[in-house]
Each structure stands twice: as C-alpha cells, then as structure tokens.
C-alpha cells in the first residue's frame, strides 16, 4: 500500500499536487482542510469552535485531528491502494500518532514537503482568495498562518527525515514540474 503524506507550507501547491496523485495512482485522499470546511459550512456546533480556530491562523487540536483519522482509516475498503494525507500531520504529536495508527496496520508512509519561497506563497494565497473567496486567504491571515507552520508544521519534517521516510519538493515552478518530481519520488517507493 502506497501511503503519501503531502506536506508543505500553505500555497505550496499541497491541493494541486494531491489531484495530480489521487488520479494517476487512484489513492484515497484525506484532506484535513476539506473535511474542517465541510464541518464549518454545516453550521454545527463543533464547525463554529473549528471556524474560530481556523480564522484566527490557528490549528485544530490534535486530539480532534487524530481522531478525525483513526475514523478515516477504519474506514478504508480491503483493495485500497492507499491514502495521501493532505494537511496532516501538522505537529510532531499527529506524526508520532500517525506512524503508531499506521504501524497498527502493518503501514508506513513517506512524507513528500512541497517547498516553496514565501513570496511565491504569499502571491498564490492571495490569487486563490480572490478567485475563490475563502476568507483565511488574506494577508494579514497568512502572515498568522506562516509563523503557525514555521513554529508546529515545520519540525514535522525533521520528524520523517529522522525516520528516513522523507522526500523534499521544489515547488516553485509550476505544478507539472513539480508533479514530475513527484513521480520519480514515488517510482522509487512503490
């Protein structure tokens, strides 16, 4: 089972690049921003508590997050080829939790960091709120954002570098150079 864990600063290019996976290697895709969205448009009680999380550049709880992917995992059909995470793990705490969730299941998962300089993310950020509305995709949001993933996503990283599960993307180009990367990432893994 191919398992991707797709990390990478916000703007980085994580969505694009989880489309391009999910389609060429027909992986289940968990993505922890689309699920949070989904609870936050229904109104509930716990979509209001995420919002303000979320609006405020922070990040869910990790007991919240883990949960939301013990259940996920779980659910999983027998002929799966497997997952690509897509916003998580985003503290060492959910990667320490995730490789114990996989290794449960006799799985293991490679962390793929798209890199991309802050002012190349600074500008897609800005771009997709403009086009798509999404109101953390402001400036002063994703300055918040920015010292959020430095300070808990980042050392992530060295969490799967230490582990050597860990493959580092130049994301800066365009999305088909980087999806190029990518498969020769995973050509080697599978």
Do not use: W
Request: with cysteine; aromatic share 6%.
């Amino acid at each position: 089972m191919l398992n991707i864990i797709l990390g990478g600063a916000p703007g980085s290019g994580k969505g694009t690049q989880s489309e391009l996976i999910v389609e060429k290697y027909g992986l289940e895709h968990l993505s922890t921003g689309d699920v949070l969205r989904a609870e936050i448009k229904s109104g509930s009680e716990l979509g209001k508590e995420m919002e303000a999380i979320i609006s405020k550049g922070q990040l869910i709880p990790d007991a919240k997050m883990i949960d939301l992917l013990d259940r996920f995992l779980d659910s999983l059909k027998a002929d799966c080829k497997g997952v690509i995470f897509d916003g998580f793990p985003r503290t060492v705490a959910q990667a320490e939790a995730l490789t114990e969730m996989l290794g449960r299941r006799k799985m293991t998962a490679y962390m793929l960091d798209l890199f991309a300089s802050e002012d190349v993310i600074t500008e897609r950020l800005i771009n997709r709120g403009k086009k798509s509305g999404r109101t953390d995709d402001n400036l002063e949001t994703i300055k918040k954002r920015m010292q959020v993933y430095r300070a808990e996503t980042e050392p992530v990283s060295a969490y799967y570098v230490n582990r050597h599960e860990y493959f580092m993307i130049n994301s800066n180009i365009n999305p088909d150079y980087t999806f190029a990367q990518v498969q020769t990432i995973i050509s080697h893994i599978q």
